[in-house]
């Protein structure tokens, strides 16, 4: 049986001629999630939680142009023919490879600059990323994009959605896979994985945690980009997601193999810093 029903609205208010996405709340709340946890726990880790929000103010604004460069890049075609739609976010295309691949050059910057040791920060910002990913999932939901091929609406109920979400995957009459709630789904899980290893002591070495989210996203990756029908293309057998996936994991697990042959050992972390490393941080970012 076929049930028409009205798309959520994507405008959640309007501030006078200016109207206010759900899809730009959504974000930003996801942002500020994954701000507030990072802070609290560099704290535990004897950094100072300023970090992180300074860290923020850099790596926002350039992951945000990295995920935009990303997909205009592998549009190249499009955007040569139409350079006024470059800058036109607000008609769609930024990719979180991009996004990721930006915020995290710039991390590695900061770090340098304040002389904080990376993989800690990295396994600081790792699980929390995961979960504004997760959050962040919700505004393609709004939206009705990011979604996989036809299915029938038999097939939405059997997977025992809510009906709001088989509702929503409703587009012009057309049912359509819910990728964007199965990587939601899948960043969810993998940050309450990630959280119970971190917090198990003297079990991951610092950087570990970051290669873990790494290794978790690529792999879930993958699998969830071969649904979807809005892919970025290599070629047309290879999607642009799926092969950065396989060399993301790759490259981890060799990192964390080269890793493992290191001497003297990486310590854990959940030591956090070292007496030697919080000098270190407060000469390169003295009181003011």
């Avoid at 350039?62 to 997909?71: D, K, Q, T, V």
């Avoid at 979180?96 to 910002?125: E, H, N, Q």
């Avoid at 504004?132 to 990011?146: K, L, P, S, T, Y």
Wanted: glycine share 8%; net charge neutral.
């Amino acid at each position: 049986m076929n049930v028409l029903v009205n798309a959520i609205d994507p405008i959640a208010f309007s501030l006078g001629p200016l109207e206010v996405h759900w899809y730009g709340v959504i974000i930003a709340a996801a942002i500020f999630v994954a701000i507030f946890l990072s802070m609290k726990e560099a704290e535990k880790k004897g950094l100072e939680g300023d970090h992180i929000i300074d860290m923020a103010l850099w790596a926002l604004p350039i992951a945000f142009i990295g995920a935009r460069l990303y997909y205009v890049l592998f549009e190249l075609g499009y955007y040569l023919q139409n350079p006024d739609q470059i800058l036109a976010i607000w008609n769609g295309g930024i990719a979180i490879y991009g996004g990721l691949i930006a915020g995290g050059l710039t991390v590695y910057w900061f770090t340098k600059k304040r002389g904080i040791p990376i993989w800690l920060v990295l396994d600081i910002l790792a699980p929390n990323v995961l979960l504004a990913q997760a959050i962040g999932r919700w505004g393609n939901f709004i939206n009705q994009e990011a979604h996989g091929g036809e299915v029938t609406r038999s097939f939405l109920e059997k997977l025992h959605l809510p009906e709001f979400i088989i509702n929503q995957m409703n587009i012009n009459g057309v049912y359509y896979h819910p990728t964007f709630l199965y990587e939601s789904l899948w960043s969810l899980l993998g940050f309450v994985v990630i959280l119970f290893l971190r917090r198990r002591k003297n079990l991951l070495r610092r950087g570990e945690v970051a290669l873990t989210y790494v290794l978790w996203y690529s792999l879930g990756r993958f699998f969830i980009e071969g649904l979807r029908t809005d892919s970025l293309w290599l070629v047309d057998w290879l999607r642009v997601s799926q092969a950065l996936s396989v060399v993301l994991f790759i490259a981890a697990l060799v990192i964390w193999f080269i890793r493992c042959q290191d001497y003297p050992p990486v310590p854990y972390y959940s030591a956090g810093l070292t007496p030697d490393e919080k000098e270190s941080t407060a000469s390169a970012h003295p009181e003011k």
